[in-house]
């Protein structure tokens, strides 16, 4: 199994930045992506940002130029830079982890709140 703790939301202003980061503890079978999703008030949840076993990196359009995914393979941790933070990136944010291999799991945090005001 693995377990996923989020770290990093909170209230910023418009234009700010913020950092998130995921720890996934326990063994995660390749391949995989690891990435996050977000879920605004009244609003389907949409994958933000995903980041492969191989490294490849995806993007949702919104997020494009702003948002910069990495990952560190040796540590088991998935982190969003988010920069130039608008109102509409407000929502709550999960990490989240999908085995397409041998072992085919799920595994989601438990979610972080940002938050993008004046």
């Known amino acids: 199994q693995v377990q996923l703790v989020e770290s990093g939301g909170n209230l910023v202003q418009p234009g700010g930045s913020l950092r998130l980061s995921c720890l996934a503890s326990g063994s995660i079978f390749s391949p995989n992506d690891m990435g996050w999703y977000r879920q605004a008030p009244g609003k389907q949840r949409e994958l933000v940002a995903a980041i492969s076993s191989g490294g490849t990196t995806h993007y949702v359009d919104s997020v494009k130029g702003r948002f910069t995914i990495s990952r560190d393979y040796a540590k088991n941790t998935v982190t969003l830079q988010m920069n130039s933070l608008k109102p509409e990136d407000t929502a709550v944010y999960y990490c989240?982890?999908?085995?397409?291999?041998?072992?085919?799991?799920?595994?989601w945090g438990q979610g972080t709140q940002v938050t993008v005001s004046s």
């Open positions: 989240y982890v999908k085995e397409f291999g041998s072992r085919k799991g799920d595994y």
